[in-house]
């Protein structure tokens, strides 16, 4: 009985947390860590894409189908939308060839800056891996998910906490507990 109700309780308000901390968040950096890793949802892999900026502070996340151009090109194009995100200026990815194709692609109809560069390098990447390790394991925990929508409605609510918890809100300072319940607090109008 509790588990479906916190359950109801993630599926509401974690959407509802990303929405509000947004625009709340500091500027990020303008080197790019880019990588995708995979997630078993209802027996089939999808793709959660991440990016992180060079100290580590999350820029941006999308749960995909595919693992294609157009889903590297969706995915940049909603971080580049984003308030808080400004333009890189330098982007790291892996081996992963669809990201040049969608690269040239956002640069061609101006989405991407002409001077912005593309790296494919595996080991500039290693800022991005341990937050992958975080998500996947709480995936893990709450024992994979029955299907995209809540899938993508619970990690919503997870990297908006992550982002809180590192630092990355205006205000909170990282690893101050009891700051970041504030912070979030104040963000749906409760008295901490």
């Avoid at 993630?10 to 500027?27: A, I, S």
């Avoid at 959660?48 to 995909?64: E, M, N, P, S």
């Avoid at 995915?75 to 939308?81: D, E, V």
Wanted: net charge positive; aromatic share 10%.
């Amino acid at each position: 009985m509790m588990r479906a109700l916190v359950w109801r309780w993630v599926q509401t308000y974690g959407p509802e947390l990303e929405k509000r901390c947004r625009p709340h968040l500091e500027p990020t950096a303008k080197s790019y860590r880019v990588d995708e890793t995979y997630m078993r949802i209802k027996g089939e892999d999808k793709y959660l894409y991440r990016a992180v900026d060079k100290h580590g502070q999350t820029i941006d996340f999308l749960l995909t189908a595919r693992r294609d151009a157009k889903a590297v090109q969706r995915f940049f194009r909603r971080a580049l939308r984003q308030p808080g995100n400004p333009h890189s200026r330098v982007i790291n990815v892996d081996q992963n060839p669809a990201y040049p194709a969608a690269v040239e692609a956002l640069k061609a109809e101006g989405t991407l800056r002409r001077r912005c560069r593309m790296r494919q390098c595996k080991y500039l990447n290693n800022v991005v891996e341990p937050d992958h390790r975080t998500v996947k394991q709480r995936v893990w925990l709450a024992k994979g998910y029955g299907s995209f929508r809540t899938a993508w409605r619970t990690l919503r609510g997870l990297e908006a906490v992550s982002m809180v918890r590192k630092g990355r809100a205006r205000w909170v300072v990282k690893g101050d507990a009891v700051g970041q319940a504030r912070f979030i607090s104040k963000l749906f109008g409760l008295a901490a």
